[in-house]
């Protein structure tokens, strides 16, 4: 059973520094594109990065662009999400999704992140 | 960036009715379009996928049409369960989300 488990999450400062976990099961990581998307309270999702299969491409939404960095370890079947210089507007909710070529397949269950003095 | 915007915002009608929700994007984005339902306090679950496919496990009632810039997510006969957030993504410029629809019991 393919499952993502994201971790990490919390309240930090405006300024502050947090690192996301994603651990993936039941599926050869190594194989698959991954995802970050966010979803503020009452709000719609947001595409917020990605990382291919080895990890030597990547990209970013505009808005976490230079703040955020996205990375895997392939041997902990593991994805990260570096998120740095937070401010009040990063309060999310925050997936990791599987890319399964055609769109997101499988989803973790959100890991809550909340930047508030 | 491409931008998807979703209509109407909010959808009300009954169970046993047809819902019919749209996408439009800013610019054309051929067949890579998906779609995705939403329930309270839950992760998205995938629908339709190259705008017109539906993901494994998915009811036929469920259908999508496209491709191009108009796209639309089609419930034959609403089921208690369908009332959700409905969200459209396209990935063919990097990837953004529709605004979302809601749709709510009558």
């Known amino acids: 059973e393919v499952q993502l488990v994201e971790s990490g999450g919390g309240l930090v400062q405006p300024g502050g520094s947090l690192r996301l976990s994603c651990a993936a099961s039941?599926?050869?990581?190594?194989?698959?594109?991954m995802h970050w998307v966010r979803q503020a309270p009452g709000k719609g999702l947001v595409w917020v990065s990605r990382?291919?299969?080895?990890?030597?491409?990547?990209s970013y939404a505009d808005s976490v662009k230079g703040r955020f960095t996205i990375s895997r370890d392939n041997a902990k079947n593991t994805l990260y999400l570096q998120m740095n210089s937070l401010r009040a507007e990063d309060t999310a909710v925050y997936y990791c999704?599987?890319?399964?070529?055609?769109?997101?397949?499988?989803w973790g269950q959100g890991t809550l992140v909340t930047v508030s003095s | 960036e491409i931008v998807l915007t979703q209509s109407p915002a909010t959808l009300s009608l009954s169970p046993g009715e047809r819902a019919t929700l749209s996408c439009r994007a800013s610019?054309?984005?051929?067949?890579?379009l998906a779609w995705y339902q939403q329930k309270p306090g839950q992760a998205p679950r995938l629908l339709i996928y190259?705008?017109?496919n539906r993901a494994t496990g998915i009811p036929a009632r469920f259908s999508g049409s496209g491709p191009g810039t108009d796209f639309t997510l089609t419930i034959s006969s609403l089921e208690p369960e369908d009332f959700a957030v409905y969200y459209c993504?396209?990935?063919?410029?990097?990837?953004?989300f529709g605004g979302g629809t809601k749709v709510e019991i009558k």
């Open positions: 190259d705008a017109s």
């Open positions: 039941g599926f050869t990581f190594s194989s698959y594109w």
């Open positions: 999704a599987r890319d399964d070529d055609q769109a997101f397949g499988y």
């Open positions: 993504q396209q990935r063919s410029n990097l990837l953004t």
């Open positions: 610019q054309g984005v051929s067949s890579y």
């Open positions: 990382i291919n299969s080895d990890g030597s491409s990547t």
